[in-house]
């Protein structure tokens, strides 16, 4: 099975700042990764897909890199919305499809 | 308007058996392939398995955890997913989603769970 490990688990930033976070794939898995929102009680939302392109409505502030086994989400310019849990998942070998444990971003 | 709507959590006794429901409307449900994620209290996202569309042979795949005991199913006819759970044990508490696998392709194709449900709880309990 393919393992997903995030960084930093957690992080405190205020509104304005740049916010970028890891993920790192146990084995390669070419650009088949993707990125979710999840605020507390609601269902995870698509942000990007094939590592780096950007869901239809999602804010352009969101961005994705990588390929392989080291990706990155960006936020330029951190919102009062944007505070939520992010989850990487890959899509590359399955089963079965897994997802990171997520980064929890919260208000500084 | 593209939607899922999950039914059929509840409160059950260890070793019991729960179905869970979904209802899509919105799109050409019969075009996707369809999964299910869960999601434990205070915990991250866990995968369940899914189901591939007619043009796959509507195939499953499960993860480990629930292989065995958990069934995915599909009717087109009635744009609905079904996760039938037997032998429920009290680590498989959590909120269940579906969600629809969107297929991108451009020079390949990637997949990516586009729309979820607003998701339903599940706790097995005695």
């Known amino acids: 099975d393919i393992q997903l490990t995030q960084s930093p688990s957690f992080l405190s930033a205020s509104v304005g700042d740049r916010v970028t976070i890891t993920c790192r794939a146990s084995?390669?898995?070419?650009?088949?990764l993707a990125w979710y929102q999840q605020k507390p009680g609601k269902a995870p939302k698509l942000l990007i897909y094939a590592a780096s392109t950007l869901q239809s409505g999602v804010p352009s502030r969101f961005s994705g890199s990588g390929s392989g086994t080291e990706f990155t989400l960006t936020i330029s310019s951190l919102q009062p919305e944007d505070f939520a849990t992010y989850y990487c998942q890959q899509l590359n070998s399955y089963p079965p499809i897994t997802f990171g444990p997520g980064t929890k971003v919260d208000i500084k | 308007e593209v939607q899922l709507v999950e039914s059929g959590g509840g409160l059950v006794q260890p070793g019991g058996s729960l179905r869970l429901s979904c209802a899509a409307s919105g799109f050409t449900f019969s075009d996707h392939y369809m999964d299910w994620v869960r999601q434990a209290p205070g915990k991250g996202l866990e995968w369940v398995g899914r189901t591939r569309n007619k043009a796959n042979s509507y195939t499953t795949e499960y993860a480990a955890s629930v292989k065995g005991r958990f069934t995915i199913s599909r009717d087109d006819s009635k744009n609905s997913l079904y996760l039938q759970m037997n032998s429920l044990k009290t680590e498989d508490t959590a909120v269940y989603y579906c969600?629809?696998?969107?297929?991108?392709?451009?020079?390949?194709?990637?997949?990516?769970?586009?729309?979820w449900g607003q998701g339903t709880m599940v706790t097995v309990s005695s």
């Open positions: 084995q390669g898995i070419s650009s088949y």
């Open positions: 969600a629809r696998e969107g297929a991108y392709c451009g020079g390949d194709c990637h997949d990516a769970f586009d729309i």
